[in-house]
């Protein structure tokens, strides 16, 4: 039995798929499974992914294109590994990611966190600390500013069982409506204060995106989704956090990238009933005074005063 599972959702990633594989293949860890997960590719990919099979450790499964929610699901529910971890088909690790999280998960830990990289088109890194702290047990309370990605965690199988974890299918931002809800189940976590995970800005990078995808819209689904489950736990000033991040600064600087105004207006409507005092939260206080600018005059819909701003002092 593996010690660690590693699954990759893949759709239409040739250009950047070997490099992805390649990291987990040269692993230091060598008790590893690779699940690759074709969610129904109609370019190189699939045969990218043959050319990895003859390692007996690569398992392939192949599916309609269903997102990548569906995807992950799929390889969870064939996933024989002690522990999971997630890696998205455009990124890439570090070889001794498994080998250092595993480490630390040995103190019997549910969730072990670490830091990771933006990699731009050119190939540099910027180091990413999502924590101000050093290396050690968190609180639930923290680990809700550990980032509402997947890919920088590794997951006790058991403890996503017990709890019959699934990904949303059908929507992007799966991520953002149910990883942040772990916290609801008391988990042993812990971070590593280094960084493994190379999370590429990709030409699919959202922020990169040179036309408008109206999937995007889903982002309101995936905090419906998440507002549901937390709205009533112990968690308000954290959940507060997480609306103003994700969808008064994020969300918003898509939709105003395309001037669909509209969709920001819609944010704006859902933080006044919902979040009214957003801005006096305790995390959003401890934003920088550009992003916190930003999201004030999207919550007031200020969007003259923003493209403003932009001719002074260039684009957002």
Known sequence: MPKISVIV?????????????????????????IILVNDGSTDNSEKIIKKYTKDIRVVYLKKENGGQGSARNMGLKNAKGKYICFLDSD????????EK?????LCKYDIVVCDY?????????SYITILNRDSGKLDNYEYFFTGACPWNKLYKKTFLDKINFKFPEGIIYEDFAVIPTLSLYNP?????????????????STMRAEKYKMKHENIFKAADYLYNILKKTKY???????????????????????????????IAEF???EFPLWAKNKYVKKFSIKHKILMHLFYHRKYKTIKFIQRLKGRV
């Open 9 to 33: 959702p893949i759709f239409n990633s040739e250009k950047y798929l070997e490099k992805c594989i390649n990291s987990l293949i040269n692993q230091t860890f060598k008790n590893i499974e």
């Open 91 to 98: 990124d890439y690790v570090d070889i001794k990611m498994c």
């Open 101 to 105: 999280m595993y480490e630390a998960s």
């Open 117 to 125: 990289f933006i990699t731009n088109r050119e190939g540099d890194d």
């Open 188 to 204: 042993q976590i812990y971070y590593l204060k280094e960084a493994f995970v190379h999370y590429v800005q990709s030409d699919n």
């Open 236 to 266: 308000q000033d954290e959940l507060t956090y997480l609306m103003a991040y994700h969808l008064l600064l994020e969300g918003s600087l898509y939709f105003y990238r395309f001037k669909k105004y509209e969709n920001i207006d819609k």
């Open 271 to 273: 933080m006044h009933k």
